[in-house]
């Protein structure tokens, strides 16, 4: 947008005052909706507002860009928790492999960051829809295959 470093830092304090008031708005509904479908539906949320920042190379897209740190704030200790119910006794090989899994945080951005390079700051927020869309696979997953006791969304119909 070419804004002075001032300016874009304007922008990211607004970012990260969304996540601020994110996290625990998101907490809150997690105690009326299930965790899994509302991680599901902020990705789903997060891939639309990537798309936007591609596709709009303006104010619009900046705001998006901002609104992600929303659907960016509940992922890691949500997607955290589904992966590890029901291990039992191997909760602890479990947690260590979703620990190792953060490997992945610093290499997207990498990936990015290339993309960058090659194309635009814009055209990079595809890699972000791309993370997104694998996690909203991944709620899908968890919400069609429950673990041991508990019922599918089909089974509730």
């Known amino acids: 947008m070419g804004v002075s470093d001032t300016e874009a830092g304007y922008w990211l304090q607004a970012s990260l005052l969304v996540f601020l008031v ?7 509904i ?6 899994r479908k509302l991680m599901t539906w902020m990705c789903v949320l997060g ?3 990537s798309m936007v920042a591609v596709l709009s190379g303006n104010l619009i897209g900046a705001v998006a860009i901002v609104l992600l740190s929303a659907c960016i704030s509940l992922l ?8 590890l119910e029901g291990l039992g006794q191997d909760t602890k090989y479990g947690a260590a492999g979703l620990v190792m899994a953060i490997v992945g945080g610093a290499l997207v951005p990498l990936v990015q ?7 635009s700051a814009q055209v990079s927020y595809v890699v972000v829809a791309l993370c997104f869309a694998v ?14 006791g508990e019922a599918s969304e089909g089974d509730l119909a």
């Open 113 to 119: 960051g290339w993309l960058i390079d090659v194309t």
């Open 47 to 49: 891939v639309a507002l």
């Open 30 to 35: 997690m105690g009326r909706i299930d965790p």
């Open 76 to 83: 890691f200790p949500t997607i955290y928790g589904i992966s």
């Open 22 to 28: 994110s996290r625990f708005v998101m907490v809150s």
């Open 135 to 148: 996690i909203v696979a991944f709620g899908i997953y968890v919400q069609r295959h429950p673990r041991e």
